[in-house]
C-alpha cells in the first residue's frame, strides 16, 4: 500500500504525515489492519527497539474531585463506587511504588484527582518523591496533580520529580463537550508549564469518547505541537456511574488503527498505552505492543489492570523485553535535549527526556476516565467462559480497584 509506505519513511524520518494521510490509517479496513500494525511497527522498532517501559500508578488522592470530566470516575457526582480517599502519606505511598519497581517498573507516575494542587499539597508531594526517590534509586518520578499555578512545576523539578502529566485528552473542538468546570487552554497551558520547568512533558488523548477521525486527529496533531515526551493513549472505559457509560464504540481493530495512527504522527516520542489497554484490545494487546513502547503494569487509579505477571508474560510472549532501569528510554537525540534523557539515571538533573515530562496517562486529570480506571479484573486467571460477542459492551471487564493504595490489600504488580 503506497499509503503505508509513504508513512514508514517518513516516520524514520521524524516527518510529520499530512492530516489526509493519518485520516486515511484511521480509514483502512480490517482486512488491512495487519499491514497497518507491520508499517507502524517499523518506525517503532526504528526508534525503540523491541523495549518495552513499564510506569507504574500511584493513586496519592481518589475520588471527591470537584470538576466534571464526564469520561472520569472520580468527578463530581460520579455514582462509581469507587474508592475514595485523601492523601497517602508519603511512606505508604514509597511502599506502593516500590511494589510496582519491583515488578519491572522504571517509572512511577505519581497521581491525585482535583483540578490542581494548593502549594501546600505540591510542598505534600515533595516530600512524597523525596521519600521515594532515597528509598529507590534510579526511579524516574512522574507527577500528575491537575492544573499547575506559577511556580509549581518549578518546585517539583527541584523536589526531584522528572516529568508531569496532563493530558490534552480532546481536540480543542469537541472540549467543551466533556468538560465545562476547565478549558482546553488551561490544560495547554499547564503542559507548557511543565516545559518551561524543565519538565519532561506526558500528554496524550482519550479515544473512544463518540469523536470522529478528525477531532482524533486533531488532538494528536496539538500534541506533536506541543512536543511532549511521551504520549499517553487511553481507551475510555465507560464506567458505570459516569455520564459516558454507555459510550461503547471501540474494536481492538480500531484500538490498533489510533495507536498505529499516533506512531506514525510521534515517531520518536513513547506512546504508551494506558487505560483501556484491557478492555478494548483485550486478545490483540500483543499486537499493540508493535506499535507502543510503554504501557502501564498493574492497576490503574480506580479500575483494575490485568495481573502484572501477565503484563510481563505477555511482553516475552510477543517478543519484546522490559526496558532496564539503566537504558535510555527515548531516542538519542531527544533525550540529549534534557542532557540525559529518561533511564539514564546517571546523568544527574536530566530529567526525562527533551522538555520534560512524560508519563502520564494515567490519571487524573491527564485523562483518567479512561486512564484510569481501566480494567478489568477477569483477566487474573479466572477461567470463566465469556459468551458476550465480539464488540458488544465488555463491563464484565471492568472492575473497581479494591486493592493496593488506599488499602490494606497488597498491590497488583
Ligand atoms: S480527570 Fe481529574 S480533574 Fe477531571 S474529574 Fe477526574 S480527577 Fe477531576
Redesign the pocket.
Known sequence: MDLLNTLVDKGLRRELPTREEALAVLATSDDDVLDVVAAAGKVRRHWFGRRVKLNYLVNLKSGL?P???SY?S???GSSTGILKYSWLKPDEASKAAAAGLAGGAKRVCLVA???GPTDRDVDRVAGTIKAIKEQNEGVEVCACL?LLSDGQAERLREAGADAYNHNLNMSEGTYGDI?TTHTYADRVDTVNKAHAAGLSACSGLIAGMGETDEDLVDVVFSLRELDPDSVPVNFLIPVEGTPLAKEWNLTPQRCLRILAMVRFVCPDVEVRIAGGREVHLRTMQPLALHLANSIFLGDYLTTEGQAGQADLEMIADAGFVVEGADEVTLPQHRAEVQGGGCGSHGAEGAGCGSHGAEGAGCG??????AGCGSVCGSHEGAAEAVTVPANEPRTDLVAVRRRGAGTDLAPNA
Open positions: 474531585c470538576e466534571d470530566c472520569c472520580q468527578r463530581l484527582s482535583g483540578r491537575g468538560t487524573a486529570h491527564a485523562g483518567e476516565g
